[in-house]
């Protein structure tokens, strides 16, 4: 699918830009510059965008959908390390710093659309709008604490808790209320876990009524029991978004 160039500012567009973050909490000025540069594009799922080692040329800012951020090994395995979605972009390896490699693959999860721009055009805006600067570096750090408290937690907490955590940031950012479109090979693959293992616990949490499995999603019924599933991980990362990026609305 050929991507839709961003032409006159039209109101499907600018629904669409709202639904990121970082984009709707940009004064007017700098969105302008930055749309002038952009392009809206499909994001289909399954598609890699960036694997490791490859320079990172582009970035995207998605308004619906998820990245998973993927750690691959030298054995075939892989497991997830963080995602991006709507709270978020892809591309921040190369405003980190000097090397624009990427260190992990990023593979798209759930379908959507992103405004995209090339990392170059990214920087130059950047550098003259301080604002932009500002929100591309808070980003990094709310993904840092994401990373860290992940590690944290898939050594300390039970498969249960993790699963429950994940379940909650993917219903955080489902375009449907309630659903979440994530098979349970791509939630074991998010948890490094064996597929079998994990049925177990799904199936339990079906059990206690909190969710229902359904073919290639998980539909969440008892938020407030999700939550209680969950461990204190899923709070300090929800806090690290609410205090380092702009509030949703």
């Not at 709707?24 to 694997?51: F, K, N, T, W, Y």
């Not at 260190?103 to 550098?127: K, Y």
């Amino acid at each position: 699918m050929a991507a839709v160039t961003i032409q006159g500012h039209t109101q499907s567009d600018a629904t669409e830009r709202g639904r990121n973050r970082i984009l709707a909490a940009l004064p007017q000025d700098v969105l302008s510059a930055l749309m002038e540069r952009a392009s809206i594009v499909p994001l289909a799922r399954g598609r890699v965008l960036q694997e490791v080692g490859e320079p990172v040329r582009e970035a995207l800012f998605p308004h619906s959908g998820v990245i998973a951020l993927i750690a691959p090994m030298g054995d075939g395995r892989a497991v997830e390390t963080a995602a991006v979605g709507s709270e978020g972009y892809l591309g921040f390896w190369a405003v980190l710093g000097s090397d624009d490699r990427a260190l992990c693959r990023a593979l798209v999860q759930v379908p959507g659309t992103a405004t995209r721009l090339s990392i170059d055009s990214l920087l130059e805006i950047s550098r003259t709008y301080v604002p932009l600067a500002d929100l591309l570096l808070r980003f990094s750090k709310v993904l840092l604490t994401q990373s860290i408290q992940a590690a944290a937690c898939n050594d300390l907490h039970t498969l249960e808790a993790r699963c429950a955590r994940c379940l909650l940031h993917a219903h955080d950012r489902a375009v449907q209320e309630e659903t979440v479109q994530m098979s349970q090979a791509r939630l074991a693959l998010m948890l490094g876990a064996r597929r079998q293992t994990l049925s177990g616990v799904t199936k339990s949490l079906q059990t206690r009524g909190i969710v229902r499995l359904e073919p290639g999603c998980i539909r969440v019924l008892d938020r407030a029991g999700l939550e209680a599933a969950s461990c204190e991980c899923y709070r300090i990362v929800r806090e690290a978004y609410g205090t380092l990026l702009p509030a949703d609305g």
